[in-house]
């Protein structure tokens, strides 16, 4: 009998110890819940730093990265941006031109500000302060001016940086051709009086400019008028002198003008006045008869020194040329436009296969490399007559011919740029460095820049 009570307060007591246990067991799981699920205090990440919450089996949290991606958005309609093909090819001019000019401004050179050092912080040396101001520093580059056809109004900008700026106010209205000497500060602009016959020529000059004072808009041009129905022109290379021809009853007659003095001279007569002139060097002008398809055409040189006069090239019909800076290069066409060098010297053409007229060309200044805008295609005849009459218009490429070699290459095709331009390419012109070339298209008279570089 006491073994049996023995017995029965043992089960007892066991059964009361393991009731504990399980109370003791729940009471601690019930603890890890509570302090898993606690608030986060600001700057914690969730789940605190507590070892064990990492393996809570009733977390509700998942291991797994959270996807923080957005919910996708509809983007059938999206059009991705058309990349730039070509920014070498830029509009410069926002209206047409009469005519332009490249030449070398200054202006202040753009300095980087250079940010603080951080030994220039709390605790370290002055800088040295200079005993002198350091005056501002400045450069030269390339820069345009160039005239409004509709108003003879003077605008300019850098070919670096295309910023129209108006320069002038004094009105001439309807100018057709205009031409700029003596570092842009000379201007000479062509246009028909009122009875629609008698052409007007008048030669001005531009007020110098103050070194950073360009912004101003309000300049007049004061000058005088050239002796009426001047029937051409042409200004030496580096744009010191004019020369121009003008009819005196039966004779034409040629004379030289200093921009700089004014001081004029004859230096040629003729009595047949048809003739085209250029002044490629202060030692040699070069004169051609008017082109036609049907007429033989004819080139001579003046001396200006000797006064001079003996013939170069005769009887190519439909002739058209453009002599090089150094006198010693003649590149000329004929009716089918095809392009040849005539060289002085030797007395020897050579055919460079390109078909264009030569004044959509330019000489470069060490008449080593010539620039054409030539027409991808050359259809109908009667050339060069049809294409001055504007009875026809080209789609230009812009092509780099190599005199030494005779190598020509296609550089651009405007009409494949991003511009999208159809060009017929007149008036081309270099910067002195040769780094951009100018030209004008025909088809609306609006100016154009292309980087070589």
Avoid at 141 to 148: F, G, K, T
Avoid at 182 to 188: D, I, M, S
Avoid at 206 to 224: A, H, Q
């Amino acid at each position: 009998m006491p073994h049996v009570i023995f017995n029965y307060f043992m089960s007892k007591r066991n059964f009361t110890l393991l009731i504990i246990v399980l109370v003791i067991v729940v009471a601690v799981l019930f603890g890890f819940l509570f302090y898993k699920n606690a608030p986060v205090a600001p700057g914690e990440e969730p789940g605190g730093t507590n070892f064990f919450s990492q393996f809570n089996p009733f977390s509700n949290n998942d291991s797994t990265t959270p996807d923080v991606t957005p919910p996708p958005t509809d983007i059938s309609d999206y059009v991705p941006p058309e990349e730039e093909t070509n920014l070498s090819l830029l509009k410069v001019s926002s209206m047409p031109v009469a005519g332009y000019t490249v030449f070398q401004k200054e202006r202040f050179k753009e300095v980087p500000v250079v940010a603080p050092s951080a030994m220039e912080g709390e605790g370290a040396l002055p800088a040295p302060v200079p005993t002198k101001p350091t005056p501002p520093q400045t450069e030269f580059v390339p820069a345009l001016r160039y005239v409004d056809r509709a108003t003879g109004n003077i605008y300019q900008t850098f070919a670096d940086k295309i910023e129209e700026r108006k320069f002038s106010v004094t009105v001439i209205p309807k100018v057709y051709e205009a031409v700029f000497g003596n570092g842009g500060e000379a201007v000479v602009m062509r246009y028909v009086k009122g009875d629609g016959k008698s052409i007007e020529t008048f030669f001005g000059k531009l007020p110098k400019e103050i070194l950073g004072g360009d912004s101003t808009g309000e300049n007049e041009v004061r000058g005088t008028f050239l002796p009426a129905n001047i029937t051409d022109l042409s200004l030496t290379a580096d744009g010191k002198n004019l020369f121009y021809l003008f009819d005196s009853g039966e004779t034409t007659i040629g004379t030289t003008l200093d921009l700089t003095t004014e001081k004029k001279a004859q230096i040629f007569d003729s009595a047949f006045n048809e003739w085209l002139p250029l002044w490629p060097n202060s030692k040699l002008i070069t004169l051609t008869t008017k082109p036609s398809y049907l007429a033989p055409g004819y080139m001579y040189k003046l001396d200006t020194g000797t006064k001079g006069f003996s013939q170069i090239l005769a009887d190519i019909t439909g002739l058209t040329t453009l002599t090089s800076p150094d006198g010693k290069k003649v590149l000329y066409a004929n009716n089918t436009l095809a392009l040849n060098i005539y060289h002085t010297d030797t007395k020897v053409s050579e055919s460079l296969g390109v078909r264009t007229l030569p004044e959509k060309c330019v000489w470069g200044k060490d008449s080593l490399v010539i620039y054409c805008a030539a027409p991808k295609m050359v259809t109908g005849a009667n050339y060069p007559d049809i294409w001055y009459q504007g009875e026809t218009s080209f789609d230009d490429q812009i092509w780099k011919i190599e005199v030494e070699t005779g190598s020509a290459s296609i550089l651009l095709d405007p009409a494949s740029t991003t511009a999208g331009e159809n060009v017929d390419g007149i008036k081309l012109s270099l910067d002195q460095g040769e780094k951009y070339l100018f030209f004008v298209n025909k088809k609306d008279s609006f100016l154009w820049k292309f980087d070589l570089e």
